[in-house]
């Protein structure tokens, strides 16, 4: 958490400057992809939503104590014009920074997040440690720029997966020796850019036109289970995976491909089923 805490004072420092993603991955010792994951799992928001939001609310104090002209604010914090400010102000406090400027009372800003170490009932976390060598899956994939962008689309490539024809085509392809499960892979690219990828463990190469096969690595893995209905039983425990189980390990997330593990043969919905949460670890 000191690497959390070090970035979050880093941004404070940068409000009126430029803020570079490459010093926020050296300061938060991962790659870009896997801070900006883990931030929006802890934060519950975008780091790029908590960065403009953070800025606006510096430019409140300029709006209030000095005789700034507003496009001087803008400029100052990043925004190529007054319009361009005063929409993003609009959006963020319900009134245009002029307004802002006359009436002051009803503005709430939005504050500077802390770091703390919560300590828990003392339930054990549900996991296991493995060593896995390079494995086949073959399946579907999506690409997407930003954790954002693929936190709001992957619900609806799985529905596209589930009603259509490519479910019983990538099952097709699974290995009979393997779990029957499907899995739902991070593949990491870069900055904050990933793909998505649907698949079965597989035995070889796909010869499916509409599929592909892509190879894991060997790694070690931390493997959690969730287990309740899908999606909130996976947000609670990667909630604790990164709240609880990283402060107080040695173990460090690396910057590889991660997965959950879908058992074909529960229901989602039911308060029984187990969601395999794979994170590579070093």
Known sequence: MNEFAAVLEYIEEHLSSEINMKDIERLAQMSEYNFQKIFSILAGISLGEYIRKRKLSHSLYDLKETDMKIIDIAFKYGYQSSESYSRAFQQCFQTSPSNARKNWDNLKI??????????????????????????????????????NEGQA????????????????????????????????????????????????????????????????????????????????????????????FFPSTSYQQRNLPDFESYPLDLDPMSENHVTEIWIPVK
Do not use: H
């Open 110 to 147: 939005f504050p500077k997040l802390s770091i703390r170490v919560q300590i828990k009932g003392g339930n054990e976390m549900n996991y296991y440690m493995t060593k896995e060598a390079t494995f086949l899956v073959t399946g579907i994939r999506e690409s997407y720029t930003t954790v």
């Open 153 to 244: 689309k992957i619900p609806q490539f799985w529905d596209r997966f589930n009603d259509t024809t490519l479910f019983d085509q990538v099952i097709n392809e699974k290995d009979a020796t393997t779990p029957n499960t499907v899995l739902g892979i991070c593949l990491p690219g870069e900055g904050e850019a990933y793909d998505y990828f649907i698949g079965v463990r597989s035995s070889e190469e796909t010869t499916n036109s509409e599929l592909e096969t892509i190879t894991l690595p060997e790694t070690d893995w931390a493997v959690f289970k969730a287990v309740g209905k899908v999606p909130e039983a996976i947000r609670e425990t990667y909630q604790e995976i990164y709240e609880s």
